[in-house]
C-alpha cells in the first residue's frame, strides 16, 4: 500500500505570495491532518479534514486554510505569506478503525 | 500551541546502551502514539497505545500507557547507530486532535 505522498517537497515563495501544498492519504484513510514544524515550535496542529469537513482546528491566524476533495486528497492554503511561515508542512492520514496517524515526507516551504 | 513534556531533551549514548524517555501531560488521553523522525522526512510511527497500564514492544522498543493515562514511557533496548533521529510522543482524546511532545534528540556513538 503506498503511503501517504505530498507534493511539491520543496517550494521557494516570496513575502506576500500565496502556496498551496498537496496531500494524497493512505488508501481508504478518511482524515487527513497538517501541521507546522519548525525549530522552535516543534510539532503544531493546524487542522483536520474528515469527509470532507473541517474537524479540528488549533491556533493559527485565518490566513492557513484547507480542504478535502471526495477522494480524500487534501490541499492546504497559505495567503500572504510571512518570513515565519517558513517551516517542515506535513500531513497525515489516520486509519478508519484506529487513530493511528502516518505521516508524509513534509513539503519544506522558504519564505524569502 | 499546546504541547506535552517531553524528557530528557536530548540524550547522547554509546551503541549498545539502553535508552528511556518518558512523556508527560496535564490532561488524560486514551491513544499515546510514539514516532520517531529522521531529518528531513515525517515522523514514523513506531507504537500505538490504547489502553492504561499497557505494555507494548516493537522489536528493542517497548513503551507503557501511564495508568494514570497522564504519561508514557518508551524504551529502546541495545541501541544501534540508526536509532539516531528525533523520538516524539503525542496523546489524544477521541477524535480530538492529536498533541505531540517537545521530542527528545537521540545520538548514538558507535
Known amino acids: 500500500k503506498a503511503g501517504v505522498t505530498q507534493t511539491p517537497r520543496y517550494l521557494i515563495k516570496t513575502r506576500g505570495q500565496q502556496v498551496t501544498l498537496s496531500c494524497s492519504p493512505i488508501?481508504?484513510?478518511?482524515?487527513v491532518s497538517w501541521y507546522q514544524q519548525t525549530p522552535g515550535q516543534g510539532l503544531q496542529f493546524l487542522f483536520e479534514y474528515f469527509s470532507e469537513t473541517q474537524r479540528n482546528k488549533g491556533n493559527f491566524p485565518g490566513r492557513f486554510s484547507g480542504r478535502q476533495f471526495s477522494n480524500s486528497r487534501s490541499e492546504m492554503n497559505v495567503s500572504t505569506l510571512e518570513l515565519g511561515d517558513s517551516a517542515l508542512y506535513l500531513c497525515?492520514?489516520?486509519?478508519?478503525?484506529?487513530?493511528?496517524?502516518?505521516f508524509g515526507p513534509g513539503t519544506r516551504l522558504t519564505v524569502t | 500551541g499546546q504541547q506535552l513534556n517531553q524528557s530528557p531533551q536530548s540524550m547522547f549514548i554509546q551503541e549498545g546502551e539502553d535508552v528511556s524517555m518518558n512523556c508527560t501531560s496535564s490532561s488524560i488521553f486514551n491513544t499515546w502514539l510514539w514516532y520517531k523522525q529522521d531529518p528531513g522526512e515525517g515522523p514514523v510511527l513506531l507504537i500505538a497505545l490504547y489502553k492504561a497500564g499497557e505494555l507494548t514492544s516493537n522489536g528493542r522498543l517497548t513503551a507503557q500507557f501511564g495508568i494514570t493515562r497522564k504519561d508514557s514511557f518508551l524504551n529502546i533496548s541495545a541501541s544501534i547507530p540508526s536509532d539516531v533521529g528525533i523520538y516524539f510522543c503525542a496523546g489524544q482524546m477521541n477524535t480530538d486532535k492529536l498533541i505531540f511532545g517537545t521530542g527528545t534528540r537521540l545520538q548514538v556513538f558507535p
Open positions: 497525515a492520514s489516520t486509519t478508519a478503525n484506529t487513530y493511528e496517524q502516518y
Open positions: 488508501s481508504g484513510h478518511r482524515s
